[in-house]
């Protein structure tokens, strides 16, 4: 049962549960953000971004492999935390081995900062997580002109004379889109401004409560919803789409503490990634 969000022609669909599952798809770059649980028709997506070795994010990635292959499908590209690299290396080949015959090689190192084309006017950027083991979250951009800030007061008939002239009047913008934490602290906002003004932030927030509070959230890599609530500020994203809940809580008691904890300044941006099926009582705005 997949949970879904859209907003400014990107569709997500897929699941997160902290600790169990999380894959999130985005079909618009046939891509995928984690592979902690298998769907079968996402298979045919070529890129997937895993953010840490954890099995409730990496788990599926030997059948992803061997679906592929079986299905005669190009090899994936697998972009991974170089930590991850070789390890990973290592459970393919011996699965390979199991299944009797070859694997083709999938697994790319992203390095952090440096960015990987993912469509004529789109890449993606890793950026560091702060989690438990070695990570990386990933912000899509897109490329963009903007008017060079000297033309700001100029008429539409001006700046076609200047173009006239022969004067370049834009200049290039790459605008973060779309970030995707992973599992990390709340470091991962205040210290990447790309990921405190994308567009869209798929962050994590593995607790809600007092009974694991945020003191324990930080001891385990985790983001605790008062800490979202303390930095509410430092949110510039238009939707903030929030992942990774703990299964100790139902969807209903999870909505209840939005509605309850998160202030006025973020409430409308809000979204909860949960399946619709089992989504009691919270805001559900898909623009
Ligand atoms: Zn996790
Ligand atoms: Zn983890």
């Not at 649980?37 to 895993?50: G, K, V, Y």
């Not at 972009?79 to 290396?89: I, Q, R, T």
Request: some cysteine; proline content about 4%; charged content about 30%.
């Amino acid at each position: 049962m997949d949970a879904k969000f859209s907003y400014k022609g990107f569709e997500f669909n897929g699941i997160s549960e902290g600790g169990i599952r999380t894959s999130i798809g985005v079909p618009r770059f046939k891509l995928m953000f984690d592979i902690g649980s298998i769907h079968p028709d996402r298979i045919h997506f070529e890129n997937l971004l895993l953010t840490h070795g954890h099995l409730d994010h990496s788990a599926g990635i030997p059948y992803f492999v061997s679906q592929r292959s079986l299905q005669k499908l190009k090899p994936a590209n697998i972009y991974v935390h170089e930590s991850v690299f070789e390890p990973l290396n290592r459970i393919l080949k011996i699965y390979s081995e199991m299944e009797g015959f070859d694997y083709p090689e999938c697994l790319k190192i992203a390095r952090e900062n440096e960015p990987v084309e993912l469509s004529k006017n789109f890449f993606f950027k890793p950026l560091k997580t702060f989690h438990r083991i070695p990570s990386q979250g990933y912000t899509i951009f897109e490329k963009t002109k903007k008017l060079k800030s000297e033309f700001s007061g100029f008429s539409d008939r001006e700046i076609m004379q200047k173009k006239i002239e022969g004067e370049s009047v834009t200049e290039d913008k790459d605008v973060p889109m779309v970030s995707f934490s992973g599992d990390t602290k709340i470091e991962y906002v205040l210290e990447h401004k790309d990921v405190a003004e994308s567009k869209i932030l798929f962050l994590e927030c593995t607790y809600i409560d007092e009974e694991r509070n945020v003191e324990r959230a930080r001891l385990w890599g985790h983001i605790h919803l008062d800490e979202i609530v303390a930095y509410a500020n430092e949110f510039k994203n238009e939707k903030i789409v929030l992942i990774h809940f703990s299964k100790r809580y139902s969807f209903k008691y999870i909505s209840e503490m939005i509605r309850k904890k998160i202030p006025k300044i973020l409430s409308d941006r809000i979204h909860l990634f949960l399946p619709e099926r089992n989504y009691v009582g919270a805001r559900r705005e898909n623009a």
